[in-house]
């Protein structure tokens, strides 16, 4: 890497932290007021509303790094415009391009962060939360572990490992005991689909204790009465935007396994690939926006402007989400259309300055 590159790197990196903290506090704010105003139901506490803020905060830091992407190279691009770093490296020879290419590095560091907590921290920090919530919004006597929850109904013990949607769960554990508190069935399943008239297991294995014999029989789907409707389990949903890809990966073939409309789940994988690609483009229309007026003396205006223009990317980006699943668009085609239209602002922008 060229020593101007990482100068490069380290100015978008410093502009990128404050702008991303900033909306992230914001929003921190606006989900603890939601919160506050459960507690006192249940044994839902004021700290425990405190915790699913913060338990859910790097998920909210992750949606807004494109707009944050944006808006950061904007601001540190603009201050080298404003000190005549940026005309100085243009007089020394250096392409719009080549002046880019330490913001794209920088990027690549943010992304590869990015990814590795979507992928391995998120999704724990979302069970937990998932779980202090069901505290105010279940009904149920349930008791929570990490990622789930336990319940009982007579004789029988329930544990569920993980919840996606209200109608479907996954690592299904079933315990039935008899009268004298003896084991004499036990069930495991990979995943259930939640309907109101009971709960089908997938990929089922059963083993009966008779007289001191254990049978063993497997299953491709048992069907077994409720323990917990889907209000209950409502609670325990976790967002799609919550979930790695892999998770993602494998909800989207049980639910289609189970007859039922993967699209939000298809659409949260698909723009989950597409984020960095997003990212990317917004940074180039945000170096193309500064770029264009190193010479025109009009930064002050432009960052202005730059500042609408990250916003409105950003509400287009959720309503386009919105508006593909209530319209029934491929998940392919909503999680690409900001991507295209953010690149086709690029283009346009690089020619007029180019």
């Known amino acids: 890497m060229k020593i101007l590159d990482f100068y490069v790197v380290k100015v978008f990196l410093r502009y990128f932290g404050l702008v991303l903290m900033v909306p992230g506090i914001l929003f921190s704010l606006f989900e603890l007021i939601s919160q506050l105003d459960k507690a006192g139901k249940g044994t839902f506490t004021s700290l425990?509303?405190?915790?699913?803020?913060?338990?859910?905060?790097?998920?909210?830091?992750?949606?807004?790094?494109?707009?944050?992407?944006?808006?950061?190279?904007?601001?540190?691009?603009?201050?080298?415009?404003?000190?005549?770093?940026?005309?100085?490296?243009?007089?020394?020879?250096?392409?719009?391009?080549?002046?880019?290419?330490?913001?794209?590095?920088?990027?690549?560091?943010?992304?590869?962060?990015a990814l590795g907590t979507g992928e391995f921290v998120v999704p724990t920090?979302?069970?937990?939360?998932?779980s202090l919530r069901l505290k105010a919004e279940s009904t149920k006597e349930l008791t929570y572990t990490e990622g789930g929850f336990w319940a009982k109904r007579n004789k029988t013990f329930l544990h569920v490992g993980n919840v996606a949607s209200k109608a479907g769960a996954e690592r299904i554990s079933i315990y039935q005991f008899d009268d004298n508190g003896t084991l004499v069935k036990y069930i495991r399943a990979?995943?259930?689909?939640?309907?109101?008239?009971?709960?089908?297991?997938?990929?089922?294995?059963?083993?009966?204790?008779?007289?001191?014999e254990i049978f063993t029989r497997r299953l491709s789907k048992l069907k077994v009465p409720s323990?917990?409707?889907?209000?209950?389990?409502?609670?325990?949903?976790?967002?799609?935007?919550?979930?790695?890809?892999v998770d993602l990966w494998s909800y989207v073939r049980a639910l289609k396994n189970g007859g039922q409309n993967p699209d939000h789940f298809v659409l949260a994988l698909w723009r989950k690939l597409t984020r960095p690609l997003f990212a990317l483009c917004l940074s180039l229309l945000a170096a193309a926006f500064v770029y264009g007026s190193v010479r025109r003396g009009s930064m002050g205006p432009r960052i202005a402007i730059g500042l609408v223009v990250g916003l409105i990317f950003y509400f287009f980006d959720q309503i386009t989400m919105q508006l593909g699943l209530l319209w029934g668009l491929p998940p392919v085609i909503t999680a690409f259309i900001p991507v295209l239209i953010s690149a086709a602002g690029s283009a346009v922008q690089i020619k007029r300055v180019m």
Request: glycine residues 8%; aromatic residues 6%.
């Open 190 to 212: 990979d995943s259930a689909m939640i309907a109101k008239d009971g709960w089908t297991l997938q990929n089922v294995t059963v083993k009966e204790i008779k007289k001191m």
């Open 48 to 113: 425990d509303a405190v915790l699913v803020v913060l338990l859910t905060l790097p998920e909210r830091l992750i949606e807004l790094i494109p707009v944050a992407t944006f808006l950061g190279a904007l601001a540190g691009l603009g201050r080298l415009s404003d000190q005549g770093e940026l005309l100085a490296m243009e007089a020394s020879g250096r392409s719009f391009f080549d002046v880019f290419t330490g913001i794209a590095l920088g990027l690549g560091l943010v992304t590869f962060l």
């Open 227 to 245: 323990f917990l409707d889907k209000k209950d389990m409502k609670a325990l949903e976790l967002s799609p935007e919550d979930l790695s890809v």
């Open 125 to 130: 920090l979302a069970q937990k939360a998932a």
